[in-house]
């Protein structure tokens, strides 16, 4: 399977779109994250989230890029499976399942962030937690794709980085999940909440660092798997493993079968001699009978 992979020129492409869609949304999460998490730590990043560029250009990072991401990702990830054919067992899967829910929930993403933008709701309430949530099942679900793919194209020793990346992603989108459950649900209006004040400060950060961790491991994992269309796109071709190597010859000959040496001079195949033929040659009388 992966060999088919590696020649088709369709699935090195879709892998390109998805390198495209993983660094730009790695550097979304930089520029809009890092002011707002790290600002009180490094005031030079504190006063760059309050310039009247940062303000003006922020909302057009906020919406379009992620819109951006998601097209070239969803592009990339349609050219893969472009590439890969249909096959009736893609239920018993994690990849196509994946992708099907992925895709429910970015459409959800999108339609209820449009919503929310041109009528302008508040999403403080309940409606962050739930995209919030929503949000998680996507990073799984593509996530999943994203391993069960690696897995297919590409296996080896690996896949336990993938496995890695994906468990640090997930981690990262349950922990904004639930810190935006509390906020919505359960955060108290006073000050004096302990999670608002003292779990969310350190949990947020490092959620974000996490999250911007596990898309640099995908990019890591599929630069790889870029890599190895390399050969094939030259007119190469992936060496394969003999079964069995043959023996010498003492002289340093090749050793050749008698079937293969008629095939080769077009000629039938010698009679197998049978083993008392040999004791017979070399008896005594035999050499008798020739002196004679």
Same mark, same amino acid.
């Given at each position: 399977?992966?060999?088919?992979?590696?020649?088709?020129?369709?699935?090195?492409?879709?892998?390109?779109?998805?390198?495209?869609?993983?660094?730009?949304?790695?550097?979304?999460?930089? !520029?809009?994250?890092?002011?707002?998490?790290? =600002?009180?730590? +490094?005031?030079?990043?504190?006063?760059?989230? =309050?310039?009247?560029?940062?303000?003006?250009?922020?909302?057009? $990072?906020?919406? !379009?890029?992620?819109?951006?991401?998601?097209?070239?990702?969803?592009?990339?990830?349609?050219? &893969?499976?472009? =590439?890969?054919?249909?096959?009736?067992?893609?239920?018993?899967?994690?990849?196509?399942?994946?992708?099907?829910?992925?895709?429910?929930?970015?459409?959800?993403?999108? %339609?209820?962030?449009? !919503?929310?933008?041109? +009528?302008?709701?508040?999403?403080?309430?309940?409606?962050?937690?739930?995209?919030?949530?929503?949000?998680?099942? $996507?990073?799984?679900?593509?996530?999943?794709?994203?391993?069960?793919?690696?897995?297919? &194209?590409?296996?080896?020793?690996?896949?336990?980085?993938?496995?890695?990346?994906?468990?640090?992603?997930?981690?990262?989108?349950?922990?904004?999940?639930?810190?935006?459950?509390?906020? %919505?649900?359960?955060?108290?209006?006073?000050?004096?909440?302990?999670?608002?004040?003292?779990?969310?400060?350190?949990?947020?950060?490092?959620?974000?660092?996490?999250?911007? !961790?596990?898309?640099? =491991?995908?990019?890591?994992?599929?630069?790889?798997?870029?890599?190895?269309?390399?050969?094939?796109?030259?007119?190469?071709?992936?060496?394969?493993?003999?079964?069995?190597?043959?023996?010498?010859?003492?002289?340093?000959?090749?050793?050749?079968?008698?079937?293969?040496?008629?095939?080769?001079?077009?000629?039938?195949?010698?009679?197998?001699?049978?083993?008392?033929?040999?004791?017979?040659?070399?008896?005594?009388?035999? $050499?008798?009978?020739?002196?004679?």
């Amino acid at each position: 399977m992966g060999q088919r992979d590696f020649a088709n020129p369709v699935t090195a492409s879709g892998v390109r779109w998805l390198l495209v869609s993983l660094v730009l949304a790695a550097v979304a999460d930089l !520029v809009t994250d890092v002011p707002s998490y790290f =600002g009180t730590a +490094f005031p030079v990043l504190g006063a760059l989230s =309050g310039t009247a560029s940062y303000e003006r250009y922020s909302p057009i $990072l906020i919406v !379009v890029v992620p819109t951006m991401v998601g097209v070239i990702g969803f592009g990339g990830i349609l050219r &893969i499976e472009r =590439g890969r054919g249909w096959t009736r067992d893609w239920r018993s899967e994690g990849a196509r399942p994946a992708l099907l829910a992925a895709s429910i929930a970015a459409a959800f993403l999108f %339609g209820s962030g449009l !919503v929310l933008e041109l +009528f302008h709701v508040s999403t403080e309430d309940a409606w962050n937690p739930v995209r919030m949530t929503v949000r998680f099942v $996507l990073v799984l679900a593509v996530g999943v794709y994203l391993l069960e793919t690696a897995a297919r &194209i590409d296996p080896g020793p690996r896949i336990r980085f993938a496995k890695s990346a994906l468990v640090v992603g997930a981690f990262a989108a349950a922990v904004r999940m639930l810190i935006a459950i509390h906020n %919505g649900f359960f955060a108290s209006k006073s000050a004096s909440d302990f999670v608002s004040s003292q779990v969310e400060p350190l949990l947020s950060p490092a959620a974000f660092v996490l999250a911007v !961790v596990s898309l640099f =491991g995908w990019f890591a994992i599929y630069i790889r798997i870029l890599g190895r269309f390399a050969p094939i796109r030259a007119g190469g071709r992936a060496q394969q493993r003999l079964p069995f190597r043959p023996h010498p010859h003492p002289d340093g000959l090749p050793v050749r079968s008698e079937a293969a040496v008629a095939i080769a001079t077009n000629r039938p195949p010698a009679p197998a001699r049978p083993p008392e033929s040999t004791t017979r040659a070399t008896s005594p009388d035999s $050499l008798e009978g020739l002196n004679r």
